[in-house]
């Protein structure tokens, strides 16, 4: 019994050890992987965090062929950072944000529409450049932005879906 | 009259007062835990938020339900009407010694009645856990009021419950052994750790309460709050009652402080032990029911 | 009077329940982190039950499993009104990385409605402390949908047909209204 007044006082010791958030905010260590920040002036639209995510959480939709649509979906994000990893203009940052706690899960998203420049001349995008030749080698991309859905290019060609290199680019 | 009086005030005192000893409990095991705890009116929101709460009748026999949730209640209060707490006790009035002891009984069933009421294999086993321990636990608060009316030949309570465990001849030894018992399990009747085996642990989802929502469970956490005030005031009166001869307020003040100090006493055994599983703690209230029953036998020589 | 009182409190104690329907239990050790000494939560007067009978908030971790999702959804059945539902992890909110599994039917929320997303992988310990204030009131939100608008219909196109001049001197006469 004895011992167990004394295990009382060695625990009183330390006093009090709570960290006093939220009134207080706490430092958040360095390499911290917070939410991942797009920069929509650096982005050139290549898609390689879309095709990196581990989540499939980064949806791709060309709506026509000047512009590209990269939406993040925030819900499924596990924050791996692979995304931020691969891209070559390094447009994205894991920031130090973690608390992002929200109502709606549509505001976790960011979306950005970017606008894919074409040749002057015959209105395609040309050959040449190792990033736009990849967005033609990988073809045009509609992911279902609305829903949230990452439509498989293979699963479409098996069902007799319409693969979207057979849509004709049309010259005006 | 003034006794009746003096009874009420006591059942007013105990429903103001237990949330606010179960608020220092925990924030004494908190602070012992190095942690900063909750304020000490949490009790208080957590019964108004229980009472706000809907009311679910989940269990086989909803009436039973209703039932053991009024019950717990209804006794917890009942003892703080027949105790002393600080002025005299209007029991002469009612009842004596015998009515105390099936009263602490009726504590102790209500919990059995609401885990069978509610039918879930955990409740059962929680209960079953309960009738085990209060078949070696029940009869020592019994044994210490017998003992007390057996040294001043009288069962009526402002007599037994006023220190009459120690008034046999020359050194009351049988008053001793059972401070001793007592003390050691306190714990066990206030439903606390290490002996809060049926209810309120996370091994058995809550055990008899479990199906319990809303403002029966208001009920039930308030007995059991209650509990501590009430078995505190029993404990006092029986071996710590010296100072009730003063002046009322005065002697009011004095209870409320001694029963704080059973209450920190409680805080501190709670926060620093691991509970008891079920054949240990049976083995240990027997070898302190064999002590009682020597106690007994020395009170019944007149020591 | 009293309900109006009643409804106050319900904010100052939330008792969880914690329901983890097939996770990875990263967020179940985050949550319990929560609820030590170094994060204590206690001191909003949070305190884990044992019965989702008791609870007023269910602390939801992993995704639905097809397994569980009856589980789930009884124990979301079992607690009283009001009552609160937090989806905690990447795989409560939105499936994870698991989300177009075989045994995952989706997140959290294709089986119990749930109020409040509390995203991460694990989220931090303040992340959820920051979710249950944000539920209680006690602070604003952060989140918000961001929206970067690099052009917008109708974009200009470049036509050759509008390429006048020889040589060194090529015009380029843009169309009328652009």
């Known amino acids: 019994m004895l011992n167990k007044i004394k ?79 691969v891209c070559p203009e390094k447009a994205i940052v894991m920031s130090n944000e973690f608390e992002m706690a929200t109502a709606e899960a549509s505001d976790l998203q960011q979306r950005l529409d970017i606008f894919m420049s074409t040749c002057q001349r015959c209105g395609r995008c040309f050959k040449g450049a190792a990033v736009l030749e990849g967005l033609k080698m990988s073809g045009y991309r509609s992911d279902e932005v609305g829903s949230g859905r990452w439509v498989y290019r293979s699963r479409a060609l098996l069902e007799g879906d319409a693969v979207v290199d057979d849509i004709p680019i049309e010259l005006d | 009259m003034a006794n009746v009086a003096a009874g009420l005030l006591n059942v007013l005192m105990v429903l103001l007062v237990a949330p606010l000893f179960q608020g220092i409990q925990r924030k004494i095991t908190a602070r012992i835990q190095a942690r900063q705890g909750p304020p000490i009116w949490q009790p208080y929101f957590d019964l108004l938020k229980l009472l706000g709460k809907e009311d679910i009748e989940a269990g086989t026999v909803p009436a039973m339900q209703r039932f053991a949730a009024y019950l717990s209640l209804a006794a917890v209060l009942t003892v703080a009407f027949l105790v002393p707490m600080g002025t005299a006790v209007p029991g002469a009035l009612v009842g004596d010694a015998i009515l105390l002891i ?169 926060a620093t032990h691991a509970r008891y599983r079920i054949d240990q703690a049976v083995r240990y209230f027997a070898a302190m029911m064999i002590a009682s029953l020597g106690a007994l036998v020395l009170a019944a020589y007149g020591y | 009077m009293l309900e109006s009182l009643c409804a106050q409190m319900f904010g100052r104690s939330l008792w969880v329940y914690h329901a983890n329907s097939g996770g990875c ?99 931090r310990p303040e992340a959820i402390i920051y979710g249950v204030a944000v539920a209680v009131g006690l602070v604003d939100k952060k989140a918000a949908p961001v929206r970067f608008k690099q052009a917008e219909f109708p974009i200009p196109l470049y036509h050759p047909d509008r390429l006048h001049g020889e040589g060194e001197l090529v015009i380029y006469e843009s169309p009328k209204g652009v």
């Not at chain 1, 060695?10 to 390499?31: M, S, W």
């Not at chain 3, 905690?88 to 989300?99: L, N």
Request: glycine residues 10%; neutral net charge; hydrophobic residues 50%.
């Open chain 1, 7 to 85: 295990e009382a006082i060695v625990c009183l010791r330390p006093g009090r050890v709570t960290l006093p958030y939220p009134a207080q905010a706490e430092p958040v260590p360095e390499n911290f992987r917070g939410v991942p920040r797009w920069d929509g002036e650096k982005c050139i639209g290549c898609a390689g965090c879309a095709n990196n995510c581990s989540a499939r959480a980064i949806l791709v939709l060309d709506p026509c062929q000047e512009l590209r649509i990269l939406q993040y979906i925030g819900s499924r994000c596990t924050y791996c950072g692979r995304c931020a990893e």
């Open chain 3, 25 to 123: 239990n990263g967020c179940d050790i985050e949550v319990l982190n929560v609820l030590t000494p170094y994060y204590d939560v206690e001191r909003f007067g949070i305190k884990l039950v044992g019965s989702p009978r008791h609870a007023d908030a269910m602390l939801c971790q992993g995704p639905a499993l097809r397994a569980t999702a009856d589980a789930l959804r009884r124990a979301y059945d079992a607690m009283p009104a009001p009552k609160l539902v937090f989806a905690i992890g990447s795989c409560a909110c939105g499936g994870g990385m698991w989300y177009d599994s075989y045994a995952v039917l989706g997140p959290v929320g294709k089986v119990i409605p749930v109020n409040f997303y509390v995203p991460g992988c694990p989220p």
């Open chain 2, 102 to 270: 099936y009263l602490l009984t009726l504590m102790g069933i209500c919990n059995l009645l609401a885990g069978l009421a509610a039918g879930s294999a955990y409740s059962l086993v929680g209960i079953s856990r309960e009738m085990m321990s209060m078949v070696v636990l029940e009869p020592l608060f019994a044994i210490a009021v017998i003992v007390g009316a057996l040294h001043a030949h009288s069962l009526r309570l402002e007599i037994v419950l006023n220190g009459s465990a120690y008034s046999g001849t020359g050194v009351p030894w049988s008053g001793i052994v059972m401070l001793g018992l007592m003390l050691l399990s306190f714990q066990a009747f206030v439903q606390r750790v290490p002996f809060d085996i049926s209810e309120a642990e996370t091994e058995l989802m809550e055990g008899p309460l479990m199906e319990y929502s809303g403002p029966k469970l208001a009920l039930f956490k308030y007995a059991q709050m209650a509990k501590l005030v009430v078995y505190s005031a029993l404990f006092i009166g029986l071996f710590i009652p010296w100072g009730e001869t003063l002046h009322p307020p005065l002697a009011l003040l004095l209870f409320w402080l001694k029963s704080l100090a059973l209450v920190l006493l409680v805080a501190v055994v709670a």
